[in-house]
């Protein structure tokens, strides 16, 4: 159980391309997720938390307009970089809320496999 | 004082060895703790979370010691598949996690 995926997985793409970024529970609803960024030998960067029905809560220097976060449903929440540039090239990761908890506390994270961008 | 102190390491041991790792964190308000374990270019896994009873699942304990403020992770009888980054995760009062800057582990055969 506890199922997060992401799609897709690498990106390769031009600089000025915007890139969408999908996180899905498969086996779980999901009133929130979270999108983290994560450079190399650094720790994973919360940009924001994603809430179904309402807007996203940013972190302090993320541009919401830069990376738009929709989360229309219980199990699908996505981050779209818009005009992306070489130095949004990261690793991008979600994470999942169990609504339900389950034998863990309500605040466990279930983290997607990850997206890596790489713009040129 | 970072909110979440963990000592990055690399922990060289061998094959077999006992390893604990040790957390600390600043807010004495923090409610739910966690190890993560993080292979490279991989996501964390949710390795365990952890209670002031302390927990165990099989080779590896987790205690928490709410009067110092730190948790720990105890790996016996380590397997070279144990070598990783573990991460130390608090949550104080809202679902946002913070996280420790990970203890990098490596068993050698």
């Known amino acids: 159980g506890a199922v997060v995926s992401q799609h897709p997985s690498w990106v390769i793409c031009k600089s000025g391309t915007s890139v969408k970024i999908e996180c899905r529970s498969l086996?779980?609803?999901?009133?929130?997720m979270f999108w983290y960024r994560q450079f190399p030998k650094q720790s994973l960067m919360l940009m924001a938390t994603?809430?179904?029905?309402?807007?996203?809560?940013?972190e302090q220097g993320v541009e919401k307009d830069k990376f738009l976060i929709n989360h229309a449903s219980l199990t699908l929440s996505t981050l779209t970089v818009t005009s992306a540039h070489p130095e949004d090239s990261s690793f991008y990761i979600c994470?999942?809320?169990?609504?339900?908890?389950?034998?863990?506390?309500?605040?466990?994270?279930?983290f997607g496999p990850g997206t890596r961008l790489l713009v040129l | 004082r970072k909110e979440v102190e963990q000592d990055p390491g690399p922990f060289n041991v061998p094959e077999g060895a006992t390893v604990a790792f040790n957390c600390t964190y600043s807010?004495?308000?923090?409610?739910?703790f966690f190890w993560y374990r993080q292979d490279c270019r991989k996501e964390p896994k949710l390795l365990m979370s952890?209670?002031?009873s302390g927990n165990e699942d099989g080779r590896f304990t987790a205690q928490l010691n709410r009067a110092s403020q730190y948790i720990s992770l105890l790996i016996r009888d380590s397997k070279l598949s144990d070598s990783a980054t573990y991460l130390c995760?608090?949550?104080?009062?809202?679902?946002?996690?913070?996280f420790g800057t990970g203890t990098r582990l490596k068993v050698l055969a």
């Open positions: 807010n004495s308000a923090s409610q739910s």
């Open positions: 086996d779980f609803q999901a009133t929130t």
């Open positions: 952890v209670y002031s």
């Open positions: 995760v608090v949550t104080s009062g809202t679902y946002k996690y913070i």
């Open positions: 994603s809430n179904e029905g309402s807007k996203a809560t940013y």
């Open positions: 994470s999942a809320r169990d609504n339900w908890g389950g034998d863990y506390p309500r605040e466990t994270q279930y």
